[in-house]
């Protein structure tokens, strides 16, 4: 098992930044792919940012704004820049094993003012 916690949330005005952590523990060393996704009010969970392999990809709409970064299986942060109101949401870090299984945070809530 793989446990997964999300830090760094809360409410910040639009054009400020925020950045968010996920420590992970357990069976970490199976794990190769982290990323971050977010689900806002009434609206399906989506991806946000991924990193698997040594690459990373981002969703068009946090391109020049968003980076992601991993500290091998343990760590993963994602420094948020530019942060508009339709950023609000709940973040979650994700990992994948190397068997496919997923692993889920319980969420962080970045709230983003206009």
């Known amino acids: 098992q793989v446990q997964l916690v999300e830090s760094g949330g809360g409410l910040v005005q639009a054009g400020g930044s925020l950045r968010l952590s996920c420590a992970a523990s357990?069976?970490?060393?199976?794990?190769?792919?982290m990323g971050w996704y977010r689900q806002a009010p009434g609206k399906q969970r989506e991806l946000v940012a991924i990193s698997s392999g040594g690459s990373t990809n981002y969703a068009d709409s946090v391109k020049g704004r968003f980076t992601i970064s991993r500290d091998s299986s343990k760590a993963l942060s994602l420094q948020m820049n530019s942060l508009k109101h339709e950023d609000t949401a709940v973040y979650y870090c994700?990992?994948?094993?190397?068997?496919?299984?997923?692993?889920w945070g319980q969420g962080t809530l970045v709230t983003v003012s206009s």
């Open positions: 357990g069976y970490i060393f199976n794990i190769n792919a």
């Open positions: 994700r990992a994948r094993s190397m068997q496919n299984i997923e692993f």
